[in-house]
């Protein structure tokens, strides 16, 4: 392990920033425990500089009040996966087997089928980032989401993922099945219902569960229907990846059999060292690693929420849209990517939910400068190997308009073409995620980072701030030379 990441956490944020020049540029909540058996309070991180709450999301952002809920088919992830269905053609592809070239992606993502990895070039030369090391590296890291389809999927309901059909026309998950499904009922909510004295101390509990669990980042939004998607998609595949086309069901009513009345919203660090090769399946095993993340610790908390009696349904990309239930949970801010930036990691994070009916306290959204570094910074759509992100300065500008019906429209943001980005994967044979390694904000907590990150606070400062990440040598996309640093780098 690369100990480069794990002594700079150690070093926090304020720390660093005496230990900077620009210190004089920067600038308790302490949380009431609600079980008198935990000795020590956690002290609450205080907000640093330039934070600014919000009472609701549409304090930050223009949302059109009768915008259309958005349908997860028309994802460019989904549709290009479904392209195979007749959804939408992407390029045809050199390999015989597979009719669309973003499904070289998932197949080569965790670099599991030795048919379509025959035709994998970047394999067949060992390039570096692409090698069967690398290749390998993924496949460990996307294990357990890959037992799930959780990426896709409501995770662990029968929903999708690898399955079985049975005799009876129903699928059977193939990791269930393997297990044996071991204990009937498992998953049934208890039913006597535990009492929290207050929603401030359910949300304390609930939070300090999350954390152990594995999130990084934890915070609550209230249900809202418009972030729900307006139909998912039901895509159930075979052992071998290959989805089964009769049961494939592009636009399925998304349903609750209880009444949602918030979202836990957890975040997941992707590791930094990994995501600086980008794009190559180092950093693809990095993002592996957030999806198996996403699907453990949101599968965890649902069963203890559901132990103490009340409803869950847990997803990591699936079932409704993450980003503006991150912005309202408090998690950070939206950006020319598009992609959730958050204060601590950037855009380097995953996001898996937990909606519930327990009665638990909101968090706010917070803002500190995301939206006006995007209108200077830039660096995402230069470095974009397929030009898919928006040049547009603001989000106002004449020409900043839908590409496709992969855009959700009716809220104010940088439209970027998902479409030509997915083509760039296929091409690839693998994910790419340039954008979020070069983003000035992506980078740990180092006097220098900090110090970069700081500036884009400070109005007048902002145009520095570009300039000063360019100085200190990072933001530059992957070469081959990170790559192989990679597994040369003391553990
Ligand atoms: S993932 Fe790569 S191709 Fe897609 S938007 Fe980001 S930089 Fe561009
Ligand atoms: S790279 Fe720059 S423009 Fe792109 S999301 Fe990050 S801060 Fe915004």
New binding site residues.
Partial sequence: MDTTNSFSKKISRRDALKLGSIAAMATTATMVSPQKTIAKPVEEKKDSYNVSKHGTIDEIYNIDPKMQRFDQANSAFCKSILGDFGVIPLKPNDNPNMKNAFMNVVFATGGYNPISQEFNPHLKAQKPGHSDLDLALDTGALALENMTGSALARVLANESGPAMPLADGSLLPISLYKQQVPFPGQFNKYEKQHKFESPKDAAYAIKKAAKLYGADLVGIAPFEERWLYKSEVYLPMDVNGNPIKEHVNPFRQVKFDFKPKSVIVLGFEMDYEAYKTQ?SAIGAAATSMGYSQMMETSVRLAYMIRRLGYNTVHAGNAVGISVPLAIQAGLGESSR?GLLVTEEYGPRVRIAKVYTDLDIELDKPKTFGVKEFCEICQK?AD????E??SKAVKTTDPENKPKNDCNGKGVDKWY?DHQ??MS??GENWG??????SVCPYNKIDMWHHDAAKSVTKIPGLRRLARTFDEIFGYGKAGSEKLMKAYWNRRI
């Avoid at 470095?383 to 397929?386: F, H, I, K, T």
């Avoid at 994910?431 to 979020?436: K, L, N, P």
């Fill in positions: 794009p990517m995402c470095a974009c190997p397929s898919a992100i970027n030509k980005c760039f994967w994910e790419c995620a340039v954008c979020i």
